[in-house]
């Protein structure tokens, strides 16, 4: 049985419009986030890495300054994503290098804006893969432009 997307956003968005602890509206989310993302498969990997799995929770207003990209990991957590790169070898070649870092350390407040991008996200990735879209190197930033 396939996972209700529609149900979940519906879910999601309750879950925000209630007027409740901000850990317990974290909480609710997270469940969600993580039904969403260990439903989906193939998971893509994350703007072409080799080594991490993951789609961006990109949100308008980012709750915390001090961290970059923010992504769900196929496990439904939260992650921020990292790259740096090698020193260049005599040719001049450099390897990049990718991680996923985790405990990020958020509060309920910080969690829920990050949740919901990442639901949203998720639930138009299984649209895609529903109308055929091979969603394995999903790009968003490509698929918005072409809007």
């Known amino acids: 049985m396939g996972v209700d997307t529609a149900a979940l956003k ?24 993580k039904q969403l993302a260990q439903g989906l498969e193939p ?11 993951g789609v961006e929770a990109e949100v308008d207003r980012a709750p915390r300054k ?11 957590e939260l992650a921020e994503f990292t790259f740096s790169f090698s020193p260049p070898s005599p040719s001049g070649d450099q390897d990049r290098s990718d991680r996923a870092k985790d405990d990020l350390g958020l509060t ?10 990442g639901i949203c996200t998720l639930v138009e990735l299984y649209e895609l893969k529903r109308l055929g879209v ?14």
């Open 108 to 117: 309920g407040q910080d969690y829920i804006p990050y949740a919901y991008a």
């Open 10 to 33: 519906r879910q999601a968005e309750e879950a925000l419009n209630k007027n409740q602890d901000p850990e317990a509206t974290a909480a609710a989310l997270g469940i969600i986030l």
């Open 134 to 147: 091979d969603i394995t190197s999903y790009d968003h930033r490509l698929l918005r432009q072409k809007r």
């Open 66 to 76: 001090d961290l970059g990209c923010i992504i769900v990991k196929p496990d439904g």
């Open 43 to 53: 998971f893509p990997r994350f703007m072409g890495s080799w080594d991490v799995f």
